[in-house]
């Protein structure tokens, strides 16, 4: 196929600008990371410094021109990024909640063993009762106090009913709930707090610590207060209430959840873009739209700040298309002046108004090789045409395009070596069909010229 083709042509300066933004992006993934480790308090500095080792590779891939390699590593370490915010996030619920766990097991013993010595008349400490009531209220006791409180009461319960140890830790456990011999009393207490654990509480535990990550400290705020006030019911042996309570609770976070995920997206998406538009030069030309965005986003107007979002993403990405329209017409004539044709200064300026140009070559007269379209996308028309009036050199039709297409592979190579890539997506065989006759404006295009060499 040597006739006339379509072309697309990726120059260097595009593929590292896709590799520039694919590296903002993990930079950006770096600091969201940071900022969710510093507010829930999370210490990984082995992940921290595994992550920047990664960003400093990627950045020397570039300097050394390693563009494919970038663009492939790039994506893997946000997603590991993005995968290890889910996992410490998780080990820290999974802490909280055994936090709550340890409460709730605290609290269900110290009724127990309080209940327990009532019924025996057993007499203790003053504080230790103090620690046991107050634990069992469901008021802020530290742990240590209330284990030792606990260990005191059972002592004193072991002493009272002057048992074996293997008839006390029976009692006990029948105490807690065990129904076989072989069952110990941590084993019950275990037992016993999963049973008391309703899944509902579970969940909106994780859901509160997952509102938390997103910053939504308000909301969660709210929805702690009603859990609390579901455990106090609990206490008071309100189960009718408890359950209601529960059900409402779960109703009711599940569209603020799904809100609070949609603008935690939002967050990240605005401030990707901001990364991607910081390091390709196009922050001044969206920053007000982007800025805007942000703005709606925290007055929770998602949808204006989706406007807001993709007005900045339009205009970059018009910006881009410039850029690459651009490069794509100089490498196309910086190529053919690498080949002996006779590119001048302001060509690239010419076709960009225009939309067509013809270059010529010295060694062949009357046949040029003309270029249409703008490099919109990095697609042009390129063609060898006889010129209007010009005598021409031997050669037929046919022989003329199949030299053209021995260059044409020449081009595709220097581009290629340069870090970019020239495709050819449409050709018709040579021949194929009678070359185009143009005339050259020759007064016209030297007094282009020379105007923009003045300027």
């Known amino acids: 196929m040597s006739g006339p083709k379509v072309i697309n042509v990726v120059t260097r300066q595009e593929v590292i600008d896709i590799c520039q933004a694919a590296i903002a992006e993990v930079d950006y993934a770096l600091s969201e990371w940071q900022r969710i480790m510093d507010r829930n308090m999370i210490v990984a500095a082995g992940d921290l410094a595994r992550f920047m080792t990664g960003r400093n590779a990627l950045r020397q891939l570039l300097k050394a021109d390693q ?4 663009q492939k590593a ?17 080990v820290h619920d999974s802490q909280a909640a055994q936090e709550q766990r340890q409460e709730r097991s605290h609290q269900f013993s110290a009724e127990a063993v309080l209940a327990r010595c009532r019924e025996m008349s057993v007499v203790i400490p003053v504080d230790c009762v103090r620690a046991l009531t107050d634990a069992a209220a469901g008021r802020a006791v530290d742990a240590q106090v209330v284990q030792r409180a606990i260990s005191q009461a059972t002592s004193a319960l072991y002493a009272t009913e002057q048992s074996t140890a293997f008839t006390k830790q029976r009692d006990l456990a029948e105490v807690l709930g065990a129904t076989g011999e072989s069952t110990n009393a941590q084993e019950v207490l275990r037992a016993a707090e999963d049973s008391l654990v309703d899944p509902r509480i579970r969940r909106i ?3 509160l610590v997952e509102l938390t990550s997103f910053g939504e400290d308000a909301t969660a705020s709210s929805f702690r207060s009603r859990l609390e006030t579901v ?12 359950g209601l309570l ?8 599940a569209p603020a959840l799904k809100q609070a995920r949609h603008i935690h997206e939002l967050r990240i998406a605005i401030g990707v873009e901001f990364a991607t538009a910081r390091a390709l030069g196009d922050l001044e030309a969206c920053q007000a739209d982007l800025a805007a965005a942000e703005k709606q986003l925290d007055q929770e107007n998602a949808e204006e700040a989706t406007t807001s979002l993709a007005k900045a993403r339009d205009i970059r990405a018009q910006r881009n298309r410039c850029r690459a329209a651009q490069a794509s017409r100089e ?10 044709y006779a ?9 960009a108004a225009k939309k067509q140009l013809v270059v010529q070559h010295p060694a062949k007269p009357g046949v040029a090789v003309e270029l249409t379209g703008t490099g919109d996308g990095g697609r042009l028309q390129a063609r060898m045409v006889a010129l209007q009036g010009v005598s021409r050199g031997a050669g037929t039709d046919k022989q003329v395009e199949e030299k053209w297409c021995t260059e044409l592979q020449s081009l595709q190579a220097s581009i290629t070596q340069a870090g970019g890539a020239l495709l050819v997506e449409k050709a018709l065989a040579a021949g194929a069909i009678p070359m185009k006759i143009v005339a050259i404006e020759e007064d016209e295009y030297r007094a282009q010229i020379f105007k923009e060499r003045k300027l």
């Not at 490498?331 to 002996?340: N, T």
């Not at 590119?343 to 076709?351: D, K, P, R, S």
């Open 67 to 70: 563009f494919l390699d970038v």
């Open 74 to 90: 790039a994506p893997g370490l946000v997603a590991a990024i993005h995968s290890n915010v889910q996992q410490q996030l998780a």
């Open 205 to 207: 535990s994780s859901q």
């Open 231 to 242: 455990l106090q019911a609990e206490a008071a042996g309100e189960m009718c209430q408890r």
């Open 246 to 253: 529960l059900d409402s609770l779960e109703v009711e976070m």
């Open 331 to 340: 490498a196309i004539l910086q190529g053919l002046k690498d080949l002996g």
């Open 343 to 351: 590119v001048e200064e302001g060509m690239a300026t010419q076709l």
